[in-house]
C-alpha cells in the first residue's frame, strides 16, 4: 500500500495483506452492487446507500460478502497481520445449544488501533470510532450505527477510510457469519 501512513504503522508484508484486505472487500461490495470497479466511489456509495436502506427499514445488515472467501482472505494473509487487527473472544450465543461461540473483536493493544489513533488526527468520526472502542473494550453499537448512518462523513476518496472501512464491516461479517464454538 502507498501510504505514508499505512506504511508508518505496519511493515510491507502487512502492508501487502492490507491491500489483499481491501482488494477482497472492494471486489465484493462491487460485484454485490453490479458495478465495475473501474467505478470504486460508486461501489461505495451504492453500498452505503443500501446497509443504510435495509437498517433503516428492518434493523437488518446484509452485508452479502461471501464468509467463506473472506476465511480464504485470512488464509492468504499472515498470521501476525490477522494478530494486530484481531483478536478471538468468545460470547454467550442466544438460541444456539453450544456454551460459547467464537467471535473476532479489534485488539485492544495493536498496530491496527496505532492506524486509528493517526487516522483520527485528521478526521474526527475515526477519534470517536476509536474512542469507543477503547471506552468498551470491544466493539459496540454506536460504533456501528456511526459508520452505517453517517456514511457520508468518512471521505473514500481517502485509501486510508476505505481501509478502515473495509475493516469495520470484515469485521462485522465475521461476527455476524461465524458459527464456531470456542
Avoid at 492468504?76 to 454467550?92: M, V
Avoid at 460459547?100 to 495493536?110: H, M, N
Avoid at 476505505?162 to 465475521?174: E, G, P, Q, R, V
Wanted: charged share 30%; hydrophobic share 30%.
Amino acid at each position: 500500500m502507498l501510504n505514508p501512513t499505512i506504511n508508518s504503522i505496519f511493515n510491507k508484508t502487512e502492508s501487502q495483506d492490507l491491500q489483499r484486505i481491501l482488494d477482497f472487500f472492494e471486489n465484493s461490495i462491487c460485484i454485490n452492487e453490479n458495478i465495475k470497479k473501474e467505478n470504486i466511489n460508486e461501489c461505495y456509495k451504492k453500498f452505503f446507500e443500501r446497509i443504510k436502506g435495509e437498517s433503516e427499514k428492518d434493523g437488518n445488515i446484509y452485508l452479502k460478502i461471501s464468509f467463506n472467501e473472506q476465511q480464504r482472505v485470512y488464509e492468504q494473509i499472515n498470521n501476525s497481520t490477522f494478530g494486530e487487527i484481531w483478536k478471538f473472544e468468545k460470547n454467550l450465543p442466544q438460541n444456539s445449544s453450544a456454551d460459547t461461540l467464537k467471535y473476532i473483536t479489534y485488539k485492544y493493544e495493536s498496530k491496527y488501533i496505532n492506524y486509528l489513533k493517526e487516522l483520527g488526527k485528521t478526521y474526527k468520526v475515526i477519534e470517536s470510532y476509536k474512542e469507543s472502542f477503547l471506552n468498551a473494550g470491544d466493539m459496540s453499537p454506536i460504533m456501528f450505527a456511526n459508520v452505517i448512518m453517517g456514511y457520508e462523513n468518512y471521505n473514500t476518496e481517502d485509501i486510508r477510510i476505505k481501509l478502515f472501512i473495509a475493516i469495520h464491516y470484515l469485521t462485522l461479517n465475521d461476527q455476524n457469519e461465524r458459527k464456531e464454538e470456542h
